[in-house]
């Protein structure tokens, strides 16, 4: 047999299954909420109001990073809700905003200069100086921009584990921290997240079997 077909045999057998989709593992982690103050106060501090909003929107939406890198300030100045379809499931959203959001928004807005309503968010100033061209950060670039900030606001999440994800997550263990971990938040989360189980959520923000015994551990009866 020669080389050529060894190699094919080999992918064959090493092929998944089809109609299997091997499953991407995500690397990220929720941040404490102590961790997620510290870092919007370092932003505020440094001025670096553009990043501050990112982490905002990123929370308060749960959307996907490549969802929030899409909105652009028409989409969320002086609304009460954002409407929106998630761009990898095409699900309908609806996000009501707080009067405390809309304030935060529109104080953001006003420290950035006021930009165009039409640009993104997160449009890449350099580039957009530079070329006029109105395009977002990429997420690979957030990435390295949230490790910069792990080191710098002493963060207690792992470096490698600080990702576009991380407040998704955090939403989620707010959410289900702020309802008194209860079953009700988990299914409230399963919903917002479009999981296929209750188990996805609770592995998703980062509800492992040790911290569920450790809850049951805390009841005094």
Same mark, same amino acid.
Do not use: C
């Given at each position: 047999?020669?080389?050529?077909?060894?190699?094919?045999?080999?992918?064959?057998?090493?092929?998944?299954?089809?109609?299997?989709?091997?499953?991407?593992?995500?690397?990220?982690?929720?941040?404490?909420?102590?961790?997620?103050?510290?870092?919007?106060?370092?932003?505020?501090?440094?001025?670096?109001?553009?990043?501050?909003?990112?982490?905002?929107?990123?929370?308060?939406?749960?959307?996907?990073?490549?969802?929030?890198?899409?909105?652009?300030?028409?989409?969320?100045?002086?609304?009460?809700?954002?409407?929106?379809?998630?761009?990898?499931?095409?699900?309908?959203?609806?996000?009501?905003?707080?009067?405390?959001?809309?304030?935060?928004?529109?104080?953001?807005?006003?420290?950035?200069?006021?930009?165009?309503?039409? $640009?993104?968010?997160?449009? *890449?100033? @350099?580039?957009?100086?530079? /070329?006029?061209?109105? %395009?977002?950060? !990429?997420?690979?670039? #957030?990435?390295?921009?949230?490790?910069?900030?792990?080191?710098?606001?002493?963060?207690?999440?792992?470096?490698?584990?600080?990702?576009?994800?991380?407040?998704?997550?955090?939403?989620?263990?707010?959410?289900?921290?702020?309802?008194?971990?209860?079953?009700?938040?988990?299914?409230? $989360?399963?919903?917002?997240? *479009?999981? @296929?189980?209750?188990?996805? /959520?609770?592995?998703? %923000?980062?509800? !492992?079997?040790?911290? #569920?015994?450790?809850?049951?551990?805390?009841?005094?009866?």
């Amino acid at each position: 047999m020669t080389y050529k077909l060894k190699h094919i045999e080999i992918m064959i057998k090493n092929k998944p299954e089809f109609g299997v989709k091997e499953k991407r593992e995500d690397p990220s982690s929720p941040l404490t909420i102590e961790d997620f103050n510290n870092l919007l106060n370092g932003l505020r501090e440094d001025k670096k109001y553009q990043w501050e909003l990112y982490a905002r929107i990123s929370f308060v939406t749960a959307l996907r990073s490549g969802d929030v890198l899409s909105l652009k300030w028409e989409d969320i100045l002086n609304k009460d809700k954002l409407v929106f379809v998630e761009r990898k499931r095409r699900k309908m959203r609806n996000i009501t905003f707080s009067k405390s959001v809309q304030e935060k928004i529109s104080e953001l807005y006003e420290l950035l200069g006021k930009p165009n309503k039409e $640009l993104p968010i997160m449009t *890449n100033n @350099s580039t957009y100086k530079r /070329t006029g061209k109105a %395009i977002a950060y !990429t997420q690979q670039y #957030i990435n390295r921009k949230l490790k910069t900030f792990k080191l710098k606001y002493n963060l207690e999440i792992p470096i490698n584990k600080f990702q576009t994800h991380s407040f998704r997550k955090t939403f989620g263990k707010y959410v289900f921290e702020s309802k008194g971990k209860s079953y009700e938040a988990l299914a409230l $989360l399963n919903v917002i997240y *479009n999981h @296929s189980s209750i188990q996805q /959520t609770q592995t998703y %923000i980062g509800l !492992t079997d040790e911290k #569920i015994q450790d809850i049951y551990g805390e009841i005094n009866f």
